[in-house]
């Protein structure tokens, strides 16, 4: 599936390497002529070399008539004889490294500093939707719910970073034969049990009776086998699937009994999955209905079969034939008149198109949906409505643990609400034993506790490219050292005491620095940030949070071996003392505006 194009404006991306382009040309143009812009390649140089940014000579020997080595020479003397920004510049065969000033980064880091909104764009007035979560009301939320819900913030708060107005959406499942089953099963074996009288949440009591239909429903299947009738029948003719069914269709007739029953226990779920939101650190602006969007969807449909779109079968179920565009038949209403997925998502599109004039929609939806959403986007044109190129399917690949892929029907899901729970636990006693709670009042450790525990397992979920499949490793994410959330968690707590402890002594950090004080560490530290706007950029345009996550560690990797190879406090120099200082706390800010991007909180101290 083509990916559309989103656009993003902001004045400070890749400034630096506009100016780096713009010297590299100017230059070019004085030694051999004019030359196009496109014929110029300028990267940031590899960090096993010296230097900035590497400009690619190959492409420039037809009009040097030079050797590579010669060329890059002649530009980078003139580059440097001409530029006051560039300090120095080295060939490695056919690249030129180009090495900026010390007074260079020293401006570039009083810019950033002087701007609270550092890498952030402004408001571009583009309105792009994001659906996440997406529940169904038969069960609890699970480890593959966390990883879409985490992902869909992030990428909201990425794409609000980038300057866009963003609408956070839910669409709840809310009808369908996978409640009834859930229904049913509490009919037959209920006994009336509720949340209140059972002490089960409501999500978690529901998903009970999910799993107790499955097992009826087999033991079902299996004694019609064994009395002759093949699987697949007994599978349709199985009495609890017939009743459920039935059940289906007197929810979508209104009945009085079928639905209140529907009513109340998807109160149930909903209480249930708010308390889980809000322990995740997710939130909606909205919230839709599929059993307030599916009619809209049959209506669509009846549209389309007036205009020949749809045909309708003789048992009265319609489709689409789509065998002409290299697909299949597709079903779109049921012969007894039930709507399936696709009907309400046709309905569920339009109504968000029309409410919001939307300029794009993104699905966060597992890699299992793809065909799906292939589908939708194939049928919404057909049906004449343009802004289906203006829909994309941010497909991501499945969690998977240690011991296999999970199963809802047969109850061995891990639970979103078990799983955040051992989570603060893990973190909470690691961080004990590790003395990072000394002095922390029993309020403040549980609050650490919990931030620490959140930040482990969202940073370990998202720091994975979303269309990887990937495995979780409870014990691996909750680690002070490496790639993790915590480490990052604990540098920008690091810098913090040092901050006070300065503030304490009555040591300011500098307003301004110079270059002439900066160390190559520093340096390395000020390129750093100043790629700060440009990975949120890039983070946009892949709705890929792991490139803001693999920043920040990147950042915090960087800070602590300055931190331990440079005295701040113990600094006896006065000017180094207040710059070091000033660097610190800007790093802190950015590591803290990343993380947030993350949907994770860093902990002011540990």
């Known amino acids: 599936m083509a990916k559309f194009a989103v656009t993003f404006v902001n004045a400070k991306q890749m400034n630096i390497e506009n100016f780096v382009l713009d010297t590299v040309k100017r230059s070019v143009n004085a030694l051999y002529g004019e030359i ?19 400009l690619v000579v190959f492409p420039l020997l037809k009009i040097s008539r030079k050797s590579p080595e010669a060329t890059a020479t002649e530009i980078g003397e ?9 300090k120095s510049f080295n060939v490695i065969k056919g690249f030129l490294n180009i090495v900026l000033s010390e007074e260079f980064w020293a401006k570039c880091f009083n810019e950033i500093e002087a701007d609270n909104s550092y890498g952030f764009s402004a408001n571009n007035g583009r309105t792009i939707m994001v ?50 089953k859930s229904m049913l099963a509490w009919k037959k074996f209920g006994g009336g049990e509720t949340p209140e009288s059972s002490g089960i949440k409501g999500d978690h009591l529901v998903g009970n009776y ?65 308390i889980t939101y809000k322990a995740m650190g997710v939130d909606f602006d909205k919230v839709y209905y599929e059993s307030q969007t599916y009619l809209l969807g049959k209506s669509l449909v009846e549209e389309g079969l007036k205009k020949g779109i749809f045909f309708r079968k003789e048992d009265g179920s319609v489709w689409i034939d789509l065998t002409a565009d290299g697909l299949d038949q597709k079903l779109l209403l049921r012969g007894d008149g039930t709507s399936v997925y696709m009907t309400q998502d046709l309905g569920t599109a339009y109504e968000r198109f029309k409410e919001f004039s939307l300029d794009d929609l993104i699905y966060v939806v597992g890699n299992e949906q793809n065909y799906h959403f292939q589908v939708l986007k194939l049928i919404l044109s057909k049906l004449g409505f343009s802004w289906a190129d203006h829909i994309f399917h941010l497909s ?13 029907r047969e109850g061995t899901v891990v639970d979103a609400d078990d799983l955040i729970d051992e989570m603060v636990k893990t973190a909470h006693d690691m961080s004990q034993e590790l003395g990072k709670l000394d002095n922390a009042t029993e309020e403040e450790a549980m609050e650490i506790s919990r931030m620490v525990g959140l930040g482990a397992l969202k940073y370990f979920i998202l720091k994975v490219d979303p269309k990887k499949t990937m495995l979780f490793d409870p014990k691996e994410s909750i680690d002070f050292n490496g790639n993790t959330g915590p480490f990052i ?36 530290l000020i390129k750093l940030l100043a790629d700060y706007p440009a990975t949120v950029h890039l983070a946009g345009n892949n709705y890929s949070p792991a490139v803001i996550a693999n920043y920040a560690y990147d950042l915090a990797k960087t800070y602590n071996g300055y931190y331990h190879d440079y005295p701040i406090i113990k600094e006896t120099d006065s000017d180094k003392q207040s710059m070091r200082l000033a660097l610190s706390m800007v790093i802190a800010r950015t590591l803290k505006s990343a993380m947030s991007l993350l949907g994770i909180g860093v902990p002011e101290r540990m």
């Not at 980038?162 to 034969?177: A, E, S, T, Y």
């Not at 609890?240 to 529907?262: F, G, N």
């Open 396 to 408: 991501y690949g499945m969690v998977e643990l240690p011991e296999g892929k999970m199963k809802s």
């Open 36 to 54: 196009k812009s496109d014929a110029l390649q300028v990267q940031q140089t590899r960090k096993e070399f010296e230097g900035d940014y590497t």
């Open 210 to 274: 999910y799993v107790a239909f499955d097992k009826a429903y087999k033991k079902e299947v299996k004694e019609l086998v064994a009395n002759g009738m093949n699987e697949e029948d007994a599978k349709h003719e199985a009495p609890i699937m017939k009743e459920a069914q039935e059940m289906l269709r007197k929810w979508e007739a209104k009945d009085p009994e079928v639905y209140s029953l529907w009513q109340t226990m998807n109160g149930w779920v909903y209480d249930g999955f708010d």
């Open 131 to 180: 659906e996440y979560s997406s529940p169904n009301t038969n069960k609890p939320l699970h480890l593959g719910h966390i990883r879409n819900n985490l992902l869909g913030y992030s990428v909201s708060q990425i794409l609000k970073a980038n300057g866009n107005n963003v609408i956070k959406v839910n669409l709840v499942n809310d009808r369908g034969i996978h409640i009834c």
């Open 78 to 86: 003139y580059i440097v004889a001409n530029t006051p920004e560039v």
């Open 489 to 524: 968690q604990y540098t920008h707590a690091r810098i913090k005491s040092v901050l006070r402890k300065a503030e304490e002594a009555g040591i300011k950090p500098a307003q301004t620095i110079k270059g002439a004080s900066l160390t190559k560490g520093e340096s390395e």
